[in-house]
C-alpha cells in the first residue's frame, strides 16, 4: 500500500524530475521512489559497513591482547592501539571526502 506525502522541491529538483520521468516514461512519483529506495540501501549499506569496521576493530584488539599474553607480554595498552585505528579511520574518511571533490 502507497502512502500520500507531499514535497516541497526547488525549482531544479523538479524540472530535473520532469526530464527523468519523461526520458523514462515513467511518473515523477515512481522516480521518486525509486530515489528514495536507493538512497535507503546506500544508508543501510553504509550503516552495515561502518558497524562491521567497529567489530573488525574489537577482533584485532582481542587478537592483540591474546597473542601478547602468549608472548608473555603481559597487558596490552589497548588506548594505543585504539587510537592507531581511529587515525587509520580520519585517514579513510578524509580521502572519501576530497575523492568526491
Do not use: C, K, N, Y
Not at 523538479?14 to 530515489?35: K, T
Not at 587478537?63 to 603481559?74: K, M, N, T
Not at 592507531?84 to 571533490?101: F, G, K, L, N, T
Amino acid at each position: 500500500m502507497l502512502h500520500r506525502t507531499q514535497l516541497l522541491l526547488e525549482p531544479e529538483q523538479h524540472e530535473a524530475l520532469i526530464r527523468m520521468a519523461q526520458s523514462e516514461g515513467r511518473s515523477i512519483s515512481e522516480i521518486v521512489r525509486r530515489l528514495v529506495q536507493l538512497e535507503i540501501e546506500r544508508l543501510d549499506s553504509e550503516r552495515a559497513q561502518t558497524r562491521q569496521r567497529g567489530l573488525d576493530a574489537v577482533r584485532r584488539i582481542r587478537e592483540i591482547g591474546i597473542a601478547a599474553a602468549s608472548r608473555g607480554a603481559g597487558t596490552v595498552d589497548t588506548s594505543q592501539e585504539i587510537d592507531r585505528m581511529r587515525e587509520e579511520r580520519d585517514q579513510e574518511i578524509w580521502e572519501a571526502v576530497h575523492d568526491r571533490s
